[in-house]
Antibody, heavy 119, light 113 residues
Framework: QVQLVESGGGLVKPGGSLRLSCAASGFTFSDYYMSWIRQAPGKGLEWVSYISSSSSYTNYADSVKGRFTISRDNAKNSLYLQMNSLRAEDTAVYYC????????????WGQGTLVTVSS | DIVMTQSPDSLAVSLGERATINCKSSQSVLHSSNNRNYLAWYQQKPGQPPKLLIYWASTRESGVPDRFSGSGSGTDFTLTISSLQAEDVAVYYC?????????FGQGTRLEIK
């Protein structure tokens, strides 16, 4: 069965960095676009970034552009999000999610990893 | 960016009654090339990730009970639960995937009256 398992969240000070990982299994990872979507405590869903199946194409929400970098390793069935210059407003649960194409619905989501940015 | 606006923000419905949630997009999400509406609906229960219910505005995801249905086209969409069950208590989100950035509605909280 399809599984997405995020890790790497935690408490970080403003201006700090964190790298999230998402381990995928149960499907051919290299066939799919992958996204990061976040949810601030008690708030709605915000798409953060996606990456194409071959890593040739990426895109970011304006709120994270220039600070976050998405990447993947198809040999390891893993997705990553490098987050730099973190701000308090980046505090959220970060989900990885699968979508077949660049603009698509998300049929599988991980359980999420909590990132807290606070001094 | 396409802005997605849901109504109402919260809704209380009696068990066995119909629940209706609306979603309006700031521009059409109907793609002329394939006549498909790039609109999905998700259900999120506390402490869980969102779960896909409906895609292409009206196609039910495998395993989703048939009391859930989606309708609409262009800019106006509806999620209907025909007979509310206790396990349907959740927050519901619409999402457009017509263009980047992908955007979600603010969510509608559904409770039992």
């Amino acid at each position: 069965q399809v599984q997405l398992v995020e890790s790497g969240g935690g408490l970080v000070k403003p201006g700090g960095s964190l790298r999230l990982s998402c381990a995928a299994s149960g499907f051919t990872f290299s066939d799919y676009y992958m996204s990061w979507i976040r949810q601030a405590p008690g708030k709605g869903l915000e798409w953060v970034s996606y990456i194409s199946s071959s890593s040739s194409y990426t895109n970011y929400a304006d709120s994270v552009k220039g600070r976050f970098t998405i990447s993947r390793d198809n040999a390891k069935n893993s997705l990553y999000l490098q987050m730099n210059s973190l701000r308090a407003e980046d505090t959220a649960v970060y989900y990885c999610a699968r979508g077949l194409l660049r603009e698509y619905y998300f049929d599988y989501w991980g359980q999420g990893t909590l990132v807290t940015v606070s001094s | 960016d396409i802005v997605m606006t849901q109504s109402p923000d919260s809704l209380a419905v009696s068990l066995g009654e119909r629940a209706t949630i609306n979603c309006k997009s700031s521009q059409s999400v109907l793609h002329s090339s394939n006549n498909r509406n790039y609109l999905a609906w998700y259900q999120q229960k506390p402490g869980q990730p969102p779960k896909l219910l409906i895609y292409w505005a009206s196609t039910r995801e495998s395993g989703v009970p048939d009391r859930f249905s989606g309708s609409g086209s262009g800019t106006d969409f509806t999620l209907t639960i025909s007979s509310l069950q206790a396990e349907d208590v959740a927050v519901y989100y619409c999402q457009q995937y017509y263009s980047t950035p992908i955007t979600f509605g603010q969510g509608t909280r559904l409770e039992i009256k």
